[in-house]
């Protein structure tokens, strides 16, 4: 599966976004995605998590709150709801799926997921 994220842009402090995963090789509906990002300078962090069916979700302390992660798997999307949005929310956000096996890794574990695609940016202006 190759993922895709997208619906990043320039918006202010205290805005909002909404991003999108879209799959590609495979429908999104068979994976448990994450949603991270990465600022310049800085590792690459998890945001958020949603199970296949959509009823279990997880999120860094950081987000919780402001973000939500939701999924239509009829639509075949996975979305990142961000509002209240802060200038250090400015990063790449990615999503990625979790790994079948990831070897005791948590969904809170970066190196639990694979299939990265390419991110999209987000700045938040102040």
């Known amino acids: 599966v190759q993922l895709q994220a997208s619906g990043g842009g320039l918006v202010q402090v205290g805005g909002s976004l909404r991003l999108s995963c879209t799959a590609s090789?495979?429908?999104?509906?068979?994976?448990?995605i994450g949603w991270f990002r990465q600022a310049p300078g800085k590792d690459r962090e998890f945001l958020a998590g949603?199970?296949?069916?959509?009823?279990?979700?997880s999120y860094q302390g950081s987000v919780r709150g402001r973000f939500t992660i939701s999924r239509n798997n009829v639509k075949s999307t996975v979305d990142l709801q961000m509002n209240n949005l802060k200038p250090e929310d400015t990063a790449v956000y990615y999503c990625?799926?979790?790994?079948?096996?990831?070897?005791?890794?948590?969904?809170?574990?970066?190196?639990?997921?694979?299939?990265w695609g390419p991110g999209t940016l987000v700045t938040v202006s102040s």
């Open positions: 990625a799926r979790k790994k079948d096996n990831p070897a005791g890794g948590t969904n809170y574990d970066v190196w639990a997921y694979e299939s």
């Open positions: 949603i199970g296949r069916r959509g009823s279990s979700t």
């Open positions: 090789g495979d429908t999104i509906s068979n994976y448990h």
